[in-house]
């Protein structure tokens, strides 16, 4: 049985200007499963907040439904479904300190107040804010202050813990996972996460996870998505990253690319080229100021099969 069901979930909110609905959650379905770890992810305004008070009991579904351990929660009010949401911007009771913030929860629970101080005070030894129980929220800094909404959703000891953006403070790079970056499952992924070149191509054949592919007036071996059912003469969409075309070395060449441009950023440069009637991009690593290619330069370009992969053509 899943832990957390969400059944054609819709939610829709009124438009202000009273010119039809707007569909914030669209007929969403999804099964999680206990001791599992599921991340919403998705452009800015597809959905993923709305999704999230849903489930935690801050908006009524428009339509579908609900479920939690195989019960029906979907009309339950949120103080009653212990699925504390921890908001994007941690939304603490300013005019709480730290300490009374961290047991609003138990006390709404009438948890008697000497166990409260105890469950308070432990909560706040594992997310190192010992020292901080009477100061307010804007007596702390960013981080202090997202540990303390973690603490007030922790101490009430969930089931299920939802969090908005929690990952929002870190740096790109942390977060970027690389099995969507090298496997996408199709171009909206691969173009969400990660910059890459589309183009369009014909499975020649296909081997162990591999393809070969005929795109771009040349033969190019490119990955295979994990589960895809595509066969040799298969129409697909072939994804290039900029940083798999690199310079031809030792005979490899594959094709030729003219320069329009070239950007140097520094610690990479991106060339801008024209091969066959495409516009490509290549990302090079430290390049060297001096020696970048002129526009109008002719390249002999071959693509490292890593960073290439083809896509169901939509
Ligand atoms: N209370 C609301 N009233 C009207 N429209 C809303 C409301 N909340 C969210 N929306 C709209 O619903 C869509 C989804 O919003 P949201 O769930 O916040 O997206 P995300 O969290 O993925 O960025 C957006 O178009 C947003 O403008
Ligand atoms: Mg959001």
């Known amino acids: 049985m899943s832990a957390i069901e969400l059944k054609v979930l819709t939610k829709c909110f009124p438009s202000r200007d009273g010119k039809g609905d707007v569909t914030a959650v669209d007929r969403v379905s999804l099964s999680v499963r206990a001791g599992e770890f599921v991340c919403l992810l998705g452009?800015?305004?597809?959905?993923?907040t709305t999704?999230?008070?849903?489930?935690?009991?801050?908006?009524?579904?428009?339509?579908?439904?609900?479920?939690?351990?195989?019960?029906?929660?979907?009309?339950?009010p949120a103080h009653r479904r212990n699925l504390p949401l921890v908001f994007q911007n941690y939304a603490l009771f300013p005019h709480?300190?730290?300490?009374?913030?961290?047991?609003?929860?138990?006390?709404?629970?009438k948890i008697p107040a000497a166990e409260r101080t105890r469950q308070v005070a432990a909560v706040m030894e594992r997310l190192d804010l010992q020292g901080l129980g009477q100061r307010?929220?804007?007596?702390?800094?960013?981080?202090?202050q997202q540990r303390?909404?973690?603490?007030?959703?922790?101490?009430?000891?969930?089931?299920?813990?939802?969090?908005?953006?929690?990952?929002?403070?870190?740096d790109a790079k942390l977060r970027a996972p690389a099995e969507i970056y090298t496997r996408p499952v199709n171009r909206f992924v691969a173009d969400f996460i990660g910059r890459a070149n589309f183009v369009d191509g014909t499975i020649v054949r296909t081997e162990s996870g591999q393809c070969t592919v005929?795109?771009?007036g040349t033969t190019v071996q490119a990955g295979l998505p994990n589960g895809a059912t595509l066969a040799a003469g298969d129409r697909v969409t072939l994804m290039i990253r900029h940083e798999?075309?690199?310079?031809a070395t030792g005979g490899a060449t594959a094709f030729a690319g003219?320069?329009?441009?070239?950007?140097?950023?520094?610690?990479?440069?991106?060339?801008?080229?024209?091969?066959?009637?495409?516009?490509?991009?290549?990302?090079?690593?430290?390049?060297?100021?001096?020696?970048?290619?002129?526009?109008?330069?002719?390249?002999?370009?071959?693509?490292?099969s890593n960073g290439c992969i083809v896509l169901p053509m939509q």
Do not use: W
């Not at 849903?54 to 979907?74: H, K, M, N, W, Y």
């Open 244 to 247: 798999a075309i690199i310079p």
């Open 148 to 170: 303390v909404a973690l603490a007030r959703a922790l101490v009430l000891q969930p089931a299920v813990m939802l969090f908005d953006e929690p990952l929002c403070n870190l």
């Open 96 to 109: 709480l300190t730290v300490s009374d913030n961290i047991a609003y929860g138990l006390r709404l629970k």
């Open 258 to 304: 003219r320069v329009n441009q070239t950007i140097y950023l520094g610690d990479q440069a991106l060339y801008e080229l024209t091969v066959g009637g495409h516009t490509l991009y290549m990302q090079v690593a430290n390049p060297e100021p001096a020696s970048l290619d002129t526009r109008g330069a002719t390249l002999d370009l071959a693509i490292h």
């Open 51 to 76: 999704a999230l008070r849903c489930l935690a009991g801050f908006e009524q579904p428009t339509s579908g439904g609900i479920f939690v351990g195989g019960r029906d929660i979907t009309r339950v």
């Open 43 to 48: 452009p800015s305004g597809c959905g993923k």
């Open 214 to 216: 005929r795109a771009l």
């Open 136 to 144: 307010h929220p804007d007596q702390l800094s960013g981080g202090q």
